[in-house]
């Protein structure tokens, strides 16, 4: 096999492989990712690496420089890549295997096929230089090819936008396989979405990718990926192009056609339950602006350190608050607790003090909204509680909110890990169900058209 391609695709193919042997596991020398096959058909060199349950391949244009028939060899990639290094100022590469050579037989003068020294080695030559390296036979060529049932075409943007906002929301260490990756969904009432969805039994993310053509089939089709291949296919896809990607599954298997690029894996056993369905009916709602919310929720995080979740969410109408507190000032905290007043204060402690300072201008701040609506807006205040049952509040600047006064109980981490996700909008909505507030949504404001996907995010309350 002697063919001849070119030395910066090839360098270009070998770094994402590279990148995507990093995202697997190697338990048996059969399926290791540092083992890089090489074979021609046609005129394309693939390159695959692949582990115990995905397959990575990259595809070149290659010419074929002889009529010999095309191995299929395995080398190390690494090796392949150090050595394809080595070779500086070099537009083409041609890649050369000599599996005979002739030589004289000492039993007789005929010329006959003997295996010479170099039978099991590679050459790259460039343009004045070569180099060599050892190859082996590969021990599996490929998996059974099965039927394809279902293809779903969608932008190679959008699905980079629709992993990189969910895969957060996974948990990698849960035994339901639901649970530890993305699930793929496309229902029969709305052929023309992709809808993925994440949990990790407390927070949920719901995205959802506008697909080229509407899917065409008679039931819901499903797709439970592993998270190591998850974040494979993430890593594998390019945000700034806008290419087709083909997504094509049936009942075991799982691919994903790139430009230049084919993913190819099996898929997780459990088929998982409707998670949307977790998705509460909201009455009420609120607006707030994301920077503000994420500051003060990393402020009172610090707070949350020996005993998390302590964090409630008090959407206050007309700043009603119901029960005894502090405003959380700089003051209050000292090496990220709450400071303990000195034993021999006379008077009421350092909390208490604040406390009746910000309770009398709560007090006329409240009287002057009730005197101007029967229904005053209120705002949004983070409150924590510690050890010592002693309570803080940091107040939302720019929150607004009308209806009654309810508590949510959320994890800080959870909360935090969420307004992370949605840190590309300028302001967020808040929507949950006063009565019974077992969930609370985030979502963006003012979702923009030029937004790739729809995205929503669920989080539990009391869920502890």
Not at 60 to 68: H, P
Not at 108 to 116: D, G, I, T, Y
Request: hydrophobic residues 40%.
């Amino acid at each position: 096999m002697k063919i001849r391609v070119s030395c910066q695709d090839l360098s270009a193919a070998l770094a994402k492989l590279a990148a995507a042997a990093g995202c697997m596991e190697g338990h048996h020398p059969e399926f290791n990712p540092g083992r890089l096959l090489l074979y021609v058909r046609h005129d394309q060199l693939f390159l695959r690496v692949c582990d115990c349950k995905t397959e990575v391949y990259v595809t070149l244009k290659a010419e074929l420089l002889d009529n010999s028939t095309p191995l299929r060899l395995a080398v190390s990639r690494e090796m392949l890549q150090a050595r394809l290094g080595s070779l500086s100022s070099t537009e083409y590469v041609v890649l050369n295997t000599a599996e005979t050579d002739r030589g004289h037989n000492q039993d007789h003068e005929a010329l006959l096929p003997v295996r010479n020294q170099n039978s099991r080695q590679l050459q790259l030559k460039g343009t004045a230089q070569s180099v060599r390296l050892n190859y082996t036979a590969p021990f599996s060529l490929s998996w059974a090819d099965e039927p394809v049932q279902h293809t779903l075409l969608i932008n190679e943007h959008k699905l980079k936008f629709l992993l990189e906002h969910s895969l957060f929301c996974c948990n990698e260490t849960d035994f339901r396989s639901f649970y530890r990756g993305p699930q793929f969904k496309v229902s029969t009432a709305q052929p023309h979405l992709l809808m993925c969805n994440t949990s990790d039994g407390e927070k949920l993310a719901a995205v959802d990718g506008q697909l080229l053509f509407p899917a065409a089939a008679d039931e819901d089709l499903q797709a439970i990926l592993h998270p190591e291949t998850a974040q494979l296919l993430r890593e594998l896809l390019n945000e700034n192009s806008a290419h087709c990607v083909t997504l094509q599954f049936s009942e075991d298997m799982f691919c994903a056609l790139m430009s230049g690029c084919l993913l190819k894996t099996h898929l997780a056993a459990s088929r998982g339950p409707n998670l949307r369905a977790a998705l509460p009916v909201t009455n009420s709602e609120l607006r707030v602006d994301l920077k503000m919310l994420l500051h003060c929720v990393e402020r009172v995080r610090e707070l949350d350190i020996t005993r998390p979740r302590r964090l409630q969410l008090l959407c206050a109408a007309g700043e009603d608050l119901t029960a005894a507190g502090a405003d959380l000032k700089d003051g209050v905290l000292k090496n990220g607790y709450l400071r303990i007043p000195p034993p021999d204060w006379p008077t009421a402690s350092l909390l208490q003090a604040i406390f009746k300072d910000n309770s009398q201008s709560l007090a006329a701040a409240s009287a002057a909204q009730q005197a101007q609506s029967a229904q005053p807006e209120g705002c949004l205040f983070l409150e924590y509680r510690d050890a010592a049952a002693q309570i803080v509040r940091l107040k939302v600047e720019g929150s607004a909110y009308r209806g009654s006064t309810c508590r949510l109980q959320l994890s800080p981490y959870a909360v935090h890990d969420i307004l992370q996700g949605l840190s590309f909008c300028a302001q967020i909505r808040i929507a949950f169900d006063r009565q019974d507030p077992r969930a609370v949504i985030f979502t963006p404001a003012d979702p923009d058209r030029a937004l790739p996907v729809t995205l929503k995010y669920a989080l539990t309350c009391n869920g502890y």
